[in-house]
């Protein structure tokens, strides 16, 4: 008896709760439409931009490899300079056009025409790729002996100090630029602080080098 008298009470509830339910459902079912079509429609734009990301990417490693492609046979087929130009862009990688026609430039001299492309390189993006944009910058800068652009764009750099881009480089570069305006002091101390800091890198093993010579001088 006594367990009939369970089951029937727990038949009870659970008719309880399904008409408290269906009863909740009835006076909320607009709020619940509403939810409903909000999350179909934030899963619609989240899988948008999913696949409009995919596609980017997509497009931007062709345009990775056509760079590429072009940069390599740049001094063989000066026509590829119009190429690159109309390839190069804000995209991730299309970015790197910028610097091909800056570096381009440099080996035939005109560091001006290379300082243009630089310049004009996207700046909102700061990665890997800025960052060697602005080192390109600075060693235009040390060509064309404007020494303080050049110091000025490195101090920058490590200032922002990004986890993408080795300061050893830059380092090196700016104790380069501090030796060509006579400033042994302070080419050394950075120099030093290469061979310390890192002393297992090109730059760690070419600075160690620096220090010596720098040093048989005073």
Avoid: C
């Avoid at 931009?49 to 997509?58: A, D, E, G, T």
């Avoid at 104790?175 to 890192?198: F, N, P, S, W």
């Amino acid at each position: 008896m006594k367990r009939i008298v369970r089951k029937k009470l727990k038949e009870d509830e659970f008719v309880s709760v399904f008409n408290k339910a269906v009863h909740y459902v009835r006076e909320h079912s607009r709020e619940i439409t509403n939810l409903f079509v909000l999350i179909v429609v934030l899963a619609v734009i989240i899988f948008g931009v999913k696949f409009i990301s995919r596609q980017n990417l997509k497009k931007e490693s062709r345009l990775l490899t056509q760079i590429l492609e072009l940069q390599t046979d740049l001094n063989q087929k000066p026509e590829n300079l119009a190429k690159l130009e109309e390839l190069a862009g804000g995209g991730k990688f299309s970015r790197m056009a910028y610097t091909a026609l800056a570096s381009y430039w440099i080996e035939n001299g005109d560091l001006d025409m290379a300082q243009s492309y630089l310049e004009e390189f996207p700046q909102r993006q700061k990665d890997v790729l800025f960052y060697q944009a602005q080192n390109l910058l600075a060693q235009v800068h040390f060509k064309k002996k404007e020494y303080e652009k050049a110091i000025e764009i490195y101090r920058r750099i490590e200032e922002e100090d990004p986890g993408s881009y080795s300061l050893d480089v830059v380092l090196f570069h700016r104790a380069e630029v501090h030796e060509e305006m006579g400033e042994t002091d302070e080419a050394l101390a950075l120099y030093r602080k290469i061979q310390e800091e890192y002393s297992q890198t090109y730059y760690g093993f070419d600075a160690s080098q620096k220090i010596r010579e720098l040093e048989s001088k005073k």
